[in-house]
């Protein structure tokens, strides 16, 4: 779209291949007419015509130039003032052992030359067992989905220094490998079957035999409960290591999904089992394999469409199963005593049930106390998400922990010998994350007062805590730190990045609210140009979101997209975002309030918010474009249609365009089924809004995702060239949802780039 004079600063292209050359906001002069010209450098000395650096694409998604510190990889020992960390040393992959307090290193665990006297022979990854006297390691990992993968596992005795293959290799690799409690064994699957293997004998036994590849699963999630439940583990210890819990879930009733995979002369299939909404699921079982008797029990539990979680309580008396009816609008919580198991198997008694008129998150947030006789669990039964107590009998009062116009967001733990539960909160506000621990009497404590967003790891006795602060506008800083949430000692400051940042003259993201049509204060944030002048017209880019459980307005640091949206405003691009109705961390009816109508209020309010950034005197109201990634895809091509007269330009990236193609358990958690909801997903589906665009739109999709399928993508563009619709379709081939690997990223934002230039 060409510009305008007079309302928009005159934006100039000299297009090249490499894309070096940038548009920047004359900031020297600051112009009454904020004039944006073209500059094209290629070194120093061009760049030294402007008081800070200028960013690109290759700075961001290339160069490791903005790489921060971290803090990762640090895993408690049992005593809670140690804990080890997975790192590299001329003896290959080590193992090495630190004191909290001091951060000094105390000990070398193992190491890649101790235990396979080969340096070069790395680790993925390790466990202790529970008395920490082995390790389980794996190596030559190969993902699968969002967190499973293959590997091949080793056993090393800390001990004795013997190291020894799982199992036989060369009858395939392994997943989801685990120690028993006492140390003794270690149950894993391979080929969809679980196997335990006796460490001292080497004896393997497999426990089931009928696993097959998009038929029966043993011991491990079909692909929308780890994508939806976002768990991918399958076997369950109890506590004394006498039982073997296990998932057993037959897919042969679930329909095949197959995306062609090239890179080869002839293109391969990859099929696997996705359930899409209105579509029949996995049939999900739990079993019972009893270790001393070698009995396999069934798990006898009401008819129920989900077994989002298997858990232990704290023996074997306390099996735990949560499950869910399928509109995920009932959960009920059922506890069954492995030890009085007869013939017909292990009898489960529901000791507690919620239901309500919407959905049911599932979450972590259980847990037991007072010697198994309680748990601890998060509700929004008053409206917020709050912890209480409940007796784990079924009988008694429930007690009502935390309570305020808040969310509880996430349970980090228990402190068993304080009595205390830690976890973080909205409490000073949806757009801030807060730690807090509370006690059994409900007391409850913030920790910190700063304004941002905290989270924490907690060492295994609760002494210690790795505190990590952020903000909008600052790199996370992270701290030790004891109970009462005192500073033992600073770990990393990211100053190194701080200056860097600095250099590159980074605008200050400034938070506000407007009011939508509807009368809903609604959080956003909003980046200005260097050079600001509330004298000019500036063109606006929408960066959003605005799904369930997702908030794009959050005081915390972004990353990547930080830079991204800096590069944008250098570009002379005020750059805004908004969390819409439906969008979490204020409460039940705030997030709720999109039920059997996703996307219909969330658009409302992004138009809203276009006609309020329209509004100000320093926008340029004909040049407000919009973008966003999956669910944002889905909202910016719902912007572009049913708000075609407020967004100039879209860029929508791994788009659901129709409810129909999506899987069942995030679907009709928000939409209930096609059959029951017909006008939900037909209202709201963009495709069926084509002949409504009147901008330039950039979609683009990966042909191999496996979360929102090119499909979704491949209905849009039918449904855009039947409505007789100019747009621009970029396909990226084998790439999944997240669009990465090798020189693509940068390619997207390049492309991307370019046409936020040409049509924003």
Same mark, same amino acid.
């Given at each position: ?17 490499n894309m070096k050359n940038i548009c920047v906001t004359d900031i020297m002069k600051?112009?009454?007419? @904020? ?6 450098? =290629? ?7 402007? %008081? ?94 969002? &967190?499973?993968?293959? @590997? ?62 998009n038929k029966i699963i043993n011991g491990a999630t079909d692909w929308v409960y ?53 579509e029949d699921n996995a049939k999900v079982n739990v079993f019972v394999f009893n ?82 006789? @309680? ?55 949806? *757009? ?34 790795? &505190? ?65 002048? %509330? ?47 439906? *969008? ?51 909202? *910016? ?62 979609? !683009?999709?990966?042909? @191999?995702?496996?979360?929102? &399928? ?20 970029? !396909?990226?081939?084998?790439?999944? &949802? ?11 934002? =390049? ?10």
């Open positions: 779209m060409p510009a305008n004079e007079g309302q928009l600063p005159i934006l100039l292209h000299s297009k090249s291949n600051r112009s009454a007419c @904020a004039v944006i010209f073209a500059l094209s450098f =290629n070194g120093a000395a061009d760049a030294q015509d402007f %008081p800070f650096q200028l960013l690109s694409n290759d700075l961001i998604w290339s160069s490791g130039e903005f790489r921060g510190e971290y803090v990762s990889g640090v895993r408690s020992m049992n005593d809670g003032k140690h804990y080890t960390s997975l790192e590299r040393s001329e003896s290959g992959s080590s193992i090495v052992k630190y004191a909290y307090r001091t951060g000094e290193a105390v000990d070398t665990i193992a190491t890649s030359l101790q235990v396979f006297q080969d340096a070069g022979k790395g680790f993925n990854g390790y466990e202790f067992s529970a008395d920490e006297s082995n390790l389980l390691i794996t190596t030559e990992t190969e993902g699968i989905y969002r &967190h499973s993968f293959f @590997a091949n596992y080793y056993t090393h005795n800390l001990e004795t220094g013997i190291t020894r293959p799982l199992s036989d290799f060369e009858t395939g690799k392994q997943r989801l490998a685990a120690f028993s409690p006492d140390a003794k064994q270690v149950a894993f699957v391979r080929d969809n079957n679980v196997f335990i293997v006796d460490l001292e004998s080497g004896l393997e036994t497999q426990v089931t035999t009928d696993g097959e590849r780890e994508e939806e439940f976002g768990k991918d583990n399958g076997i369950f210890w109890s506590p004394d290591g006498k039982f073997l819990a296990f998932y057993r879930f037959d897919e042969s009733g679930v329909k095949e999904f197959s995306m062609p995979m090239y890179g080869q002369l002839y293109p391969e299939p990859y099929t696997f089992k996705y359930p899409k909404a209105g270790t001393e008797t070698g009995r396999t029990l069934s798990v006898l539990n009401s008819e129920t469409e989900y077994i989002p979680r298997v858990k232990w309580g704290v023996n074997s008396e306390q099996l735990v199963l949560m499950t869910m009816n399928r509109h995920q609008s009932e959960m009920g919580i059922l506890i069954g005593d492995c030890t009085a198991a007869n013939a017909a198997g292990v009898m489960m008694k529901e000791v507690w049930t919620e239901s309500c008129n919407t959905y049911i998150d599932i979450t972590d947030d259980i847990r037991f106390v007072n010697a198994g006789k @309680a748990f601890i669990l998060t509700s929004e039964r008053d409206g917020y998400n709050h912890l209480y107590q409940f007796n784990a009998d079924g009988k008694g009062n429930d007690v009502q922990l935390t309570s305020g116009e808040w969310d509880v967001l996430e349970v980090q733990g228990f402190d068993e010998k304080r009595k205390e539960i830690y976890f973080s909160c909205s409490q000073k506000g949806a *757009t801030q994350t807060h730690l807090a621990r509370v006690n059994l009497k409900g007391k409850m404590t913030i920790l910190q007062d700063e304004s941002g967003t905290h989270s924490a790891r907690f060492s295994d006795s609760f002494d210690y805590y790795i &505190h990590t602060h952020q903000n909008a506008n600052t790199p996370p800083n992270y701290t030790l730190r004891n109970r009462t949430g005192e500073v033992v000692r600073v770990l990393k400051t990211n100053q190194s990045l701080k200056d860097k940042v600095a250099a590159y003259n980074m605008q200050p993201k400034t938070f506000f609210t407007f009011t939508n049509d509807a009368g809903v204060d609604l959080n956003c944030w909003m980046i200005k140009p260097p050079g600001f002048d %509330p004298n000019n017209s500036y063109p606006v880019y929408v960066a959003i979101y605005g799904g369930p459980g997702v908030n794009t307005v959050e005081d915390s640091w972004g990353g990547a997209n930080y830079y991204w949206h800096q590069l944008l405003a250098q570009r002379g691009f005020i750059v805004a975002s908004c969390d819409p109705r439906g *969008t979490p961390k204020r409460g039940r009816t705030f997030e709720h309030s999109t039920y059997k109508e996703l996307g219909k209020l969330e658009t409302e309010d992004f138009i809203d918010f276009g006609e309020h950034l329209g509004g100000l005197e320093y926008v340029d109201a004909d040049h407000i474009g919009i973008q966003g990634w999956s669910y944002g895809g889905f909202m *910016t091509l719902l912007s572009m249609t049913k708000g075609a007269e407020v967004f100039s330009a879209g860029i929508s990236v791994a788009p659901v365009t129709n409810w129909r193609y999506y899987d069942t358990i995030y679907t009709e958690r928000f939409m209930q089924t096609p059959s029951e909801n017909a006008r939900g997903y037909d209202d709201n589906s963009p495709v069926n809004h084509a002949e409504k665009l009147e901008g330039p739109l950039l979609l !683009v999709h990966g042909s @191999a995702d496996d979360n929102v &399928h090119y499909q979704n993508s491949m209905e849009m563009v039918n449904a855009l060239v039947a409505a007789g619709k100019d747009f621009d379709f970029f !396909v990226y081939p084998d790439r999944n &949802h997240g669009i990465y690997g090798g020189n693509t990223r940068l390619h997207l934002y =390049n492309m991307m780039l370019d046409f936020v230039d040409e049509n924003f």
